[in-house]
């Protein structure tokens, strides 16, 4: 009678693991997968995954000010102004790649003794992770992609200072039970920690080629947006993953996931991230930003730790006048593409124009050339050469079949590194845009858009 009460207490999700043993079992009673099974109880309603289940500590780290700023920050910056329904912010994405977290870690966890660091499988680490992946965005910019390459710290940075602040750090440690420092350095990379083996593995986990991160945005921007792109069968792709020694491995029957993940990717990009109305407005933000860091007329801590609001009000603050560009964003007032030719990276024109630099010298060359011909002053923030930033479709997952395991390049897919290079290869444009002015846009097309572009 005694074992059978015991095991009536065992909940049916120990049952249905597909591997048990009394190892494991132990294991569960007494550590991580007890922990993650029975303490995450508090459940908020989600569009995308229906019900995410928090533990009553992370509870009172959510109500936490600076997490619920995230609020005010929306996902995918301007991209509203194409798609009207993704006004999804940085807080509901959070959420989602904590769910996605804890689900990974479940089934990692139910594998049983492998490749995961013993370090990894402690309570306390597998909280860091969770906490990590719910804060890894605590520190974001509003419009992030704007500010790339710009000289302000990266969001990781600002996340990990937040995390130590005391009245984030102090909720961590009581409340959820983890040492702060560790959940600082799980989220970036370039900071040193504590956790030993289990500090760099969750680095892995929280950033690769099937991280919880990238399975939530791709779903949720799909769906807010309105689009099938990006929708991955979430459950096939946990189910196929791996613990090794240094991350995460993915079955032979897995490698349709990340075939997936790869092309979902690609998809998105060439008709959400980089939409060309999407393009003009990041365009315009970064422009403003930039000149407005080069000529003094904003510091980069003015520009941490602001919402979406508290962003458009600081520039409206402003009398330097391109940061009016941020302002006509707000009221939809875009600039126009004059030219667009793809981006080849052998070119040395475009080598020379992904210096911002460059960029800048070329666009007032372009202002001046257009100020001749039109026989007043065009300002140099009227013109805007834009050049997406690199970007980079991971495969450097192991992929396991019964004898070895393999790089993903060296299986059959189709996949292989020369077409994910071709798959930036043919996002990246270079765009000419400027003031919807028509004599202005009259005027440049006449020099040639595409020869003003070539800036030889």
Excluded at 111 to 135: H, I, K, N, T, Y
Excluded at 266 to 278: F, G
Aim: charged share 25%; hydrophobic share 45%; aromatic share 8%.
């Amino acid at each position: 009678m005694q074992a059978a009460s015991h095991q009536c207490r065992t909940p049916l999700f120990y049952q249905m693991l597909p591997y048990r043993s009394n190892s494991l079992y132990s294991a569960y009673r007494m550590g991580a997968l007890d922990h993650l099974i029975r303490d995450y109880s508090e459940p908020i309603k989600d569009p995308v995954w229906n019900n995410i289940l928090l533990s009553p500590g992370l509870l009172r780290v959510v109500a936490l000010p600076a997490f619920q700023k995230l609020n005010g920050i929306r996902q995918l910056g301007p991209t509203y102004l194409v798609y009207p329904g993704a006004t999804h912010t940085r807080l509901s994405h959070s959420l989602g790649v904590f769910h996605l977290a804890r689900r990974l870690a479940l089934h990692l966890l139910a594998q049983g003794p492998g490749g995961m660091p013993d370090s990894a499988r402690e309570p306390e680490a597998v909280r860091a992770f969770l906490c990590a992946a719910l804060l890894h965005d605590l520190g974001h910019y509003p419009f992030a992609h704007s500010l790339k390459e710009l000289k302000v710290a990266s969001h990781e940075s600002l996340t990990a200072q937040g995390l130590l602040r005391q009245e984030v750090s102090g909720v961590l440690r009581r409340e959820a039970g983890v040492d702060p420092e560790l959940v600082a350095a799980i989220v970036d990379a370039h900071r040193p920690g504590p956790g030993g083996e289990a500090l760099g593995f969750y680095r892995r986990l929280l950033s690769g080629v099937l991280d919880p991160d990238k399975l939530d945005y791709l779903n949720r921007d799909a769906y807010f947006c309105g689009v099938p792109h990006g929708v991955q069968d979430v459950d096939f792709a946990l189910a196929e993953l791996r613990a090794l020694p240094g991350g995460l491995g993915v079955t032979r029957k897995g490698l349709t996931a990340v075939e997936s993940i790869l092309f979902s990717k690609y998809l998105m990009y060439r008709s959400v991230y980089w939409h060309k109305t999407v393009r003009i407005a990041t365009a315009m933000i970064k422009k403003a930003v930039l000149l407005s860091l080069e000529e003094g007329a904003l510091r980069p801590e003015e520009l941490y730790w602001l919402d979406d609001q508290e962003f458009f009000a600081l520039a409206a603050r402003s009398s330097f006048p391109p940061l009016e560009l941020a302002g006509r964003v707000a009221r939809r007032r875009l600039f126009k593409q004059v030219a667009s030719r793809p981006l080849d990276p052998e070119d040395p024109a475009c080598r020379r124009l992904a210096a911002l630099p460059e960029r800048l010298a070329a666009e007032q060359a372009i202002a001046r050339e257009a100020s001749r011909a039109l026989g007043r002053p065009v300002p140099a923030w009227h013109v805007i050469i834009d050049i997406p930033e690199p970007i980079s479709f991971e495969i450097d997952l192991p992929v396991l079949d019964a004898r070895e395991n393999r790089p993903f390049t060296e299986t059959d897919s189709v996949f292989s590194e020369a077409t994910v290079r071709g798959f930036g290869r043919a996002l990246r444009r270079v765009c000419l845009i400027a003031e919807a002015d028509p004599e202005l846009g009259a005027v440049l097309e006449r020099l040639g858009g595409i020869r003003l572009l070539e800036c030889r």
